[in-house]
């Protein structure tokens, strides 16, 4: 079955604790992106990648990194952990050009708390 | 930069109501305009998308229409579900709207 994958889809940590969320597809699509979704402000763009060791900023980076060692995953990772930084977060993929001409398929979500 | 303006809600409505849900866009270029739904617990899913100017994309009785001339992909249901309630998100490129909640009642 074609999806994407993510994991924990529940987190609970404190603040300054190094966390890594996992995104994995297996659809073979080269962009990769990662979303954050607040209340009131919708789904905002973190990083992205058009394939792999290339990554770029979205519209909110801050406090974040991410990696594209291979094709299928794309870790979002957060060194140092803030309360400001408690969202729902999405993976999602697409085939080629990214959310502009082509679908994006979402993970499940992670509900991320940092205390 | 391309954006989506949307409807907020919370909309709720009565089983078979006609439902409008207002999008507006900002963009250069022509972009493929998209609706995803995420019900309760989920991750977004495509609902619909349209490619070009005056292209009407659908599915499970919704429709949106490409409208180049308004700047618009305003979603339609002529009649909505209790299984329709969810939220719904106008979406170009990386840019998503606000989403609008959408509760059905029997």
């Known amino acids: 079955e074609a999806q994407v994958t993510q994991n924990p889809r529940y987190l609970i940590t404190v603040t300054g604790k190094k966390l890594t969320v996992t995104c994995s597809q297996n659809?073979?699509?080269?962009?990769m992106s990662w979303y954050r979704q607040d209340p009131g402000l919708g789904l905002r763009q973190i990083y992205y990648?058009?394939?792999?060791?290339?990554?770029d900023k979205g519209d909110v980076p801050e406090g974040y990194k991410v990696s594209r060692k291979e094709k299928r995953n794309f870790p979002l990772i957060l060194e140092s952990p803030s309360p400001n930084q408690t969202s729902l977060y999405f993976c999602?993929?697409?085939?080629?050009?990214?959310?502009?001409?082509?679908?994006?398929?979402f993970g499940p979500g992670t509900r991320l708390t940092v205390l | 930069g391309d954006s989506v303006t949307q409807m907020e809600g919370p909309v709720t409505l009565s089983e078979e109501a006609f439902l409008t849900i207002n999008c507006t866009y900002t963009?250069?270029?022509?972009?493929?305009l998209f609706w995803y739904v995420q019900y309760p617990g989920e991750g977004l899913q495509l609902l619909l998308k349209?490619?070009?100017?005056?292209d009407k994309g659908s599915n499970k009785g919704f429709e949106a229409t490409y409208r180049k001339e308004t700047t618009s992909f305003h979603l339609e249901k002529g009649s909505v579900q209790v299984s329709d309630s969810a939220v719904y998100f106008c979406?170009?490129?990386?840019?998503f709207g606000a989403g609008t909640r959408l509760t059905v009642k029997p």
């Open positions: 659809m073979n699509h080269e962009y």
């Open positions: 349209a490619t070009k100017a005056d």
């Open positions: 990648s058009m394939n792999v060791e290339v990554t």
């Open positions: 963009a250069t270029g022509y972009p493929s």
């Open positions: 999602a993929s697409s085939l080629r050009l990214g959310g502009r001409a082509d679908t994006q398929y």
């Open positions: 979406a170009l490129g990386a840019g």
